[in-house]
């Protein structure tokens, strides 16, 4: 026989661990300090600004 189980704990335990998953993704996206988000910002700026000094011109 199969073992019997309760759709409802399933569920329950279905929708803690999506929640839990979208917690840690949004800590890791607005958990940054200030500085931290500062300095990837500048890091952004600093690659687009490199990318963009290096493209040929078309002629």
Do not use: Y
Not at 9 to 22: E, G, I, N, P, Y
């Amino acid at each position: 026989m199969a073992e019997v189980i309760n759709l409802r704990l399933v569920r329950k335990a279905k929708a803690r661990a999506s929640s839990a998953q979208q917690a840690a993704e949004n800590r890791a996206l607005h958990g940054q300090t200030k500085a931290a988000k500062t300095k990837l910002a500048r890091d952004a700026a600093r690659t687009t600004r490199q990318l963009d000094g290096a493209k040929r011109e078309e002629p």
